[in-house]
């Protein structure tokens, strides 16, 4: 595979390792005096971890997925305290609400200034504020990622505030802070994990840099996801899981994603579904028709040596075929009990409006191949 010129970024700092979150008061105090603190529902059970803080104001709590609203509120709260930096502790939701908060108070304006497709798009031209993300699920990667997905209820979509200025400062990922989550959590944070380290492994914008870490992210999220859903107290487990995700962020902050996402996006706008579980829900049907896309029209292609590779990293079996694959990811979905996307509620009668807002989805654009929109129906049937 020949590769073009390309750019790479990701956080100024990555702290990793059990424990390592004692450290977040000392990285919190190099950076600014006065932190915008964004939390889960529940501040309370990070009361030991935040304690040598000093917080700017109370916990801005992030009680579902992160909107426009929310994250104007948030930044209103940043200026209004006199905060001059966001620790953000939680899930990729709560992560991505403190890197948007982050972003408004390091450039000014709305998030309407900067969001894509529902907003007016503006380039975010100036750093964001220091922002130290201290992930508690193993599965977006969102400390590491360039981006932070707001929903837009009115237009029944989510997009994203974009750029590299808005990586955080400090990437602070402790698996002992995941130890807590329910098997649900585990499930569709981790099949996120997975397919984040897939999608930018196959994508045309793929990279050295990138590919490196994707290999090492499919071979980690293989080894931790099973174990970690059984058994949500397996340390070992949790590890893999959470530099799965670590890597799976780096990956797709530097060479896109793919249809999954360009989906999960979508479906997740009109539906009240888990962003994972709408990625494990269409990640087989996905590999399967693009595999079936790629072996018709373009059989030269070297994405399709790069599922086969994907392949024998997810079964850990030399000559494991993409069938094979197909095969582990699918017996994935149904031991971590993860229902199809029509249990969420999604209708047969929506698929001709998400196949036309997921052909337009920015995450398309590092798909291996064009997919026809009766391909896109297809998947989405089978997810559904």
């Not at 950076?31 to 059970?45: E, F, H, W």
Request: some cysteine; charged content about 15%; hydrophobic content about 50%.
């Amino acid at each position: 595979m020949s590769w073009s010129p390309f750019d790479f970024a990701t956080a100024g700092r990555v702290v990793f390792g059990a424990g390592r979150a004692a450290e977040l008061a000392a990285i919190a105090a190099g950076l600014g005096s006065r932190a915008l603190v964004c939390a889960g529902s529940d501040p309370s059970r990070h009361a030991r971890l935040l304690a040598g803080l000093t917080v700017a104001g109370e916990v801005f709590r992030v009680g579902g997925e992160p909107t426009v609203e929310l994250a104007r509120a948030a930044a209103a709260a940043a200026r209004e305290s006199g905060a001059d930096l966001v620790v953000a502790v939680g899930g990729g939701s709560v992560l991505d609400l403190g890197k948007a908060a982050a972003v408004l108070l390091g450039n000014g304006g709305d998030p309407l200034d900067y969001l894509e497709v529902v907003g007016r798009g503006r380039p975010i031209i100036r750093p964001a504020a220091p922002c130290v993300a201290v992930p508690t699920t193993a599965g977006t990667g969102a400390e590491v990622t360039a981006n932070a997905v707001l929903a837009s209820p009115g237009d029944g979509l989510k997009a994203s505030l974009r750029s590299p200025l808005m990586i955080p400062a400090v990437a602070l990922v402790d698996p002992l802070l995941t130890l807590g989550c329910p098997p649900a959590v585990t499930a569709s944070a981790g099949l996120d994990a997975l397919t984040q380290c897939l999608e930018p492994f196959v994508s045309v914008r793929a990279n050295p840099l990138t590919d490196g870490l994707a290999r090492a992210g499919l071979g980690h999220a293989a080894a931790g996801l099973r174990p970690a859903y059984a058994d949500g107290a397996d340390t070992d487990a949790r590890t893999h899981l959470s530099l799965g995700s670590l890597l799976g962020g780096m990956a797709l902050a530097n060479a896109k994603l793919g249809a999954v996402h360009g989906f999960a996006g979508v479906v997740g706008g009109l539906v009240a579904v888990p962003h994972g579980a709408a990625c494990a829900a269409l990640l087989a049907p996905t590999v399967e028709v693009t595999v079936a896309a790629l072996r018709s029209r373009a059989s030269g292609n070297p994405a399709l040596d790069r599922y086969a590779e994907a392949a024998r990293l997810l079964t850990g079996r030399p000559g494991a075929s993409v069938e094979d694959g197909l095969d582990w990811i699918r017996e994935t979905v149904r031991l971590l009990d993860v229902p199809p996307l029509g249990a969420y509620g999604l209708r047969p009668g929506q698929a001709d409006d998400v196949v036309a807002k997921a052909a337009r989805s920015s995450s398309m654009q590092g798909h291996p191949i064009e997919l026809a929109d009766r391909e896109l129906h297809e998947i989405l049937a089978a997810a559904s």
